[in-house]
């Protein structure tokens, strides 16, 4: 049984589901937009239907958030205070959450707060915790990925003293970089086709990259040092991220803020809701000079056949699923490689003539205060599983909305092991902290890289690997979630509850 959807899968992973178009050093020719900020303690986010022009072409349908395409930043203090207003003018219903800052579970966008279009939620949360370069989407059950894709997502930074002391790149020269590959029609339309069983299985894929909204971007630096904050705000694509020379960069910072110092490094791995923020020397250019952030291949292969330790599932439908299920999981899992082996160019810097800087690269950040193994009181196992006919699941379930999958006593020291038996890459993400990653075993045998190092709360779990992650379960009572953050995967059921009592 390979007929149709075997063939659409197989052109679909060879050809055009995962390729995107290249641009040529040429033709980066719209300058890089900026998201608005918002830096005051009591404001709105109104999230409406709209429509704009995504580059050329005609208006598409959209969601905006403060009336532009691209969700402001949102710029607090540790300590500070907010209260946010989330008003819901979309057509669907929806909740915001704020990825990777621990809040109170009524605080934190748990898809059973989702509001109907035309209501609002009201959020009141303390910022407790470190600097670092978080971000906020939309959370509802089963309308994340599409929310996302079509513009609800911004940054989310958190600045304290420790981070301030640093006097790291900042204004100008702190530029902030959300990294998502979009569907365009040959008129202008914005594309989210999710109904065929390819993206059922691998997510959405789509032909051009956009940064902060922007196709084909550029933007102009003076030779000095500059802070990228890098986001994958993408649903489903990875990006194996580097500069077109192949110089040296440095990671200080990961999901939950700085590493405790610099890493050199010539490539960073970011998968859907992780972030790395890096520092980059342009002094070594001079006006005139180019130079552009690139994915380079990423390979989500295991280490041999795709296929291992599946446990099959039930053949019943998901009622999650769209219609299309005319034949072929079976062709998805013998199928071989889904490795986004594609290079490609993302974004130019067009390197100006300034007054120069005098920063020094720190030899020293900070001291990460990590749970240690003594500490730890439980062990769980979460297995990444593929339901045959269904998609992708945990622990061989899809998401039940009142359903307590794990509970966990406040304050505990946990270690949960992510154990990967379909052939898909899963970004793994808990809500309600951070946590240090342990150990990753299996797979190609990469082990851990440098923002792996620091605070994490996404982690890539490719075909084959178990991951396994250390947290201390400090957030308030309540329920929360933890899922996969390839969107497609988590609106299709591949997120669990998790109660800390
Ligand atoms: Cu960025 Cu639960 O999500
Ligand atoms: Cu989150
Ligand atoms: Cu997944």
Redesign the pocket.
């Known amino acids: 049984m390979m007929p149709s959807v075997f063939t659409s899968c197989m052109g679909g992973m060879q050809g055009g589901g995962e390729s995107v178009e290249v641009i040529s050093p040429g033709s980066f020719i719209n300058a890089l937009k900026l998201p608005g900020e918002i830096s005051s303690t009591s404001f709105d986010i109104a999230a409406k239907t709209g429509s704009v022009s995504l580059g050329e072409g005609a208006n598409t349908q959209v969601y905006t958030t403060n009336g532009m395409f691209l969700s402001p930043t949102i710029r607090a203090q540790r300590g500070d205070h907010l209260s946010i207003k989330f008003a819901n003018d979309m057509d669907q219903e929806s909740i915001l959450?704020w990825?990777g800052m621990s809040v109170p579970p009524d605080m934190d966008?748990h898809p059973r707060d989702a509001v109907e279009p035309g209501q609002a939620y009201n959020y009141n949360f303390s910022i407790n915790q470190r600097a670092g370069t978080y971000?906020y989407?939309p959370?509802p059950d089963g309308f994340?990925g599409p929310q996302v894709y079509k513009g609800v997502a911004g940054f989310f930074i958190v600045e304290d003293e420790e981070e301030k002391a640093l006097n790291l790149p900042s204004g100008n020269y702190e530029i902030p970089l959300v990294i998502q590959d979009k569907k365009i029609s040959a008129d202008g339309k914005l594309l989210y086709d999710t109904g065929g069983m390819m993206q059922q299985m691998m997510g959405f894929f789509g032909d051009r990259i956009f940064v902060n909204g922007t196709p084909a971007p550029y933007k102009q630096v003076e030779s000095r040092w500059y802070r990228l904050r890098l986001l994958n705000g993408s649903n489903a694509r990875i990006y194996n991220l580097a500069f077109s020379d192949d110089a040296a960069f440095y990671i200080i910072g990961s999901d939950g803020g700085l590493l405790e110092k610099p890493a050199q490094v010539t490539e960073v791995l970011l998968a859907p809701?992780e972030r790395a923020d890096v520092l980059v020397d342009f002094s070594r250019f001079s006006q005139g000079d180019t130079l552009r952030l690139r994915s380079t291949g990423v390979d989500n292969t295991g280490s041999g056949g795709m296929m291992n330790g599946n446990d099959g599932g039930g053949m019943m439908g998901n009622d999650r699923m769209m219609k299309d299920r005319d034949g072929g999981m079976q062709g998805m899992m013998g199928s071989g490689s889904n490795s986004q082996s594609q290079s490609f160019d993302i974004m130019e810097f067009r390197i100006t003539n300034g007054p120069g800087d005098s920063f020094t690269l720190p030899s020293q950040h900070s001291t990460l205060d990590f749970p240690k193994a003594e500490e730890v009181t439980n062990r769980r196992t979460i297995n990444l599983t593929m339901e045959m006919m269904q998609g992708m699941a945990l622990d061989g379930q899809f998401f039940g909305m009142n359903r307590v999958d794990q509970q966990v006593k406040q304050g505990a020291v946990e270690e949960w092991t992510f154990v990967n038996q379909t052939p898909m890459p899963h970004p793994m993400?808990i809500?309600a902290g951070q946590f240090k990653v342990v150990k990753r075993s299996g797979g190609t045998g990469r082990g851990l890289i440098p923002t792996e190092t620091g605070w994490k709360d996404?982690v890539l779990v490719k075909p084959e690997e178990q991951v396994t992650v250390r947290m201390r379960f400090n957030a308030e009572m309540g329920v929360y979630?933890y899922?996969c953050?390839n969107l497609e995967h988590?609106d299709n059921g591949m997120m669990a509850n998790m109660k800390i009592i």
Do not use: D, K
């Open positions: 959450h990825h966008g971000w989407h959370h994340t809701g993400h809500h996404t979630v899922h953050h988590e």
